[in-house]
C-alpha cells in the first residue's frame, strides 16, 4: 500500500546499505532534521531522491525527480551553534514515487511504494557472479585508493545486497548509480556493477588518474 515519507531532493541517488552524510543549513530541511531527531517524523526515516537535471527551479513537482528513490535512516544528528545540522544517514529500501506534496509540511513528503527485489534463485550462478563482482571491486579500488581508504563488504553480506555494498565506494555516474538503484533482480545486478566496475579501472588505468580517495567524501555535504 501507497505510505507517505519526507523527502529530500538531492543531486545524488543514495543506494541501500550506503552511507550519506549530509551538511544541512537549508530552514525546511532544518526542520525536517528537527522532526526525525524528535520523532515527530516516525522511525528516523525520510526518502532521498535524485533531481532531474538541469536544476533550475525549486522542486515542488513530481515530474522534476526521477522516480525511484531510496529511503534514508539518520545515524547522527550534530547540531552546529547557528542551527545548522551536520547529520549521517544510511540508505535502507527502494521506493517508488507516485506523488508529491508541497504545501502540507515545511518539507517536500511524497506519496510512495516500495520496490521489492526479484526472489533469488540458482545458487551456483549466484556465487559465480559473487565472486567475479568482489574480484572487480578489489580492482577498482586497488587502482583508485590507498588500501586503508577502502573495505570490502563481509564474505557473509546478503547477495541481494552487495551489489549495492561493492557499488557505494565507486565514483560512478548518477545515471549508472540510478541503474544500479531501480534493477529488482539481484544477479543482474551483480552482472551490472561487475561491469561498471571493470570498466571504471580500466579508464582510470588508461588516463593515470585516480580520483580523490573515498575517506574525502566523508565530510558532510549536499544540495539544499
Not at 529500501?93 to 540458482?122: H, K, M, N
Not at 577502502?150 to 552487495?162: F, V, Y
Request: hydrophobic share 45%; with cysteine; proline share 8%.
Amino acid at each position: 500500500m501507497p505510505e507517505t515519507l519526507p523527502l529530500f531532493p538531492l543531486q545524488t541517488v543514495l543506494l541501500p546499505g550506503a552511507n550519506l552524510p549530509l551538511h544541512i543549513f537549508e530552514p525546511r530541511y532544518r526542520q525536517l532534521t528537527v522532526d526525525l531527531v524528535t520523532g515527530t517524523v516516525p522511525e528516523k526515516r525520510f526518502g532521498v531522491v535524485a533531481i532531474k537535471a538541469p536544476v533550475t527551479e525549486e522542486v515542488d513537482k513530481v515530474d522534476q525527480l526521477l522516480a525511484v528513490g531510496c529511503s534514508a535512516l539518520l545515524r547522527q544528528a550534530t547540531r552546529l551553534p547557528d542551527g545548522r545540522y551536520d547529520i549521517i544517514t544510511t540508505g535502507e529500501r527502494r521506493f517508488r514515487l507516485l506523488d508529491l506534496d508541497a504545501t502540507s509540511a515545511p518539507y517536500l513528503v511524497g506519496t510512495v511504494e516500495w520496490i521489492p527485489d526479484v526472489p533469488l534463485t540458482g545458487s551456483e550462478r549466484i556465487e559465480s557472479l559473487i565472486s567475479s563482482a568482489r574480484a572487480a571491486y578489489r580492482r577498482y579500488c586497488e587502482t583508485a585508493w590507498e588500501r586503508e581508504d577502502w573495505d570490502e563488504p563481509a564474505a557473509d553480506t546478503d547477495p541481494a545486497a552487495l551489489a549495492h555494498l561493492l557499488a557505494a565506494d565507486a565514483l560512478l555516474p548518477m545515471e549508472d548509480r540510478q541503474a544500479l538503484l531501480e534493477e529488482t533482480r539481484p544477479l543482474h545486478r551483480l552482472r551490472m556493477v561487475y561491469s561498471l566496475l571493470t570498466r571504471e579501472a580500466g579508464i582510470i588505468a588508461a588516463l593515470h588518474a585516480v580520483p580523490a580517495p573515498a575517506s574525502a567524501f566523508s565530510a558532510p555535504m549536499n544540495l539544499n
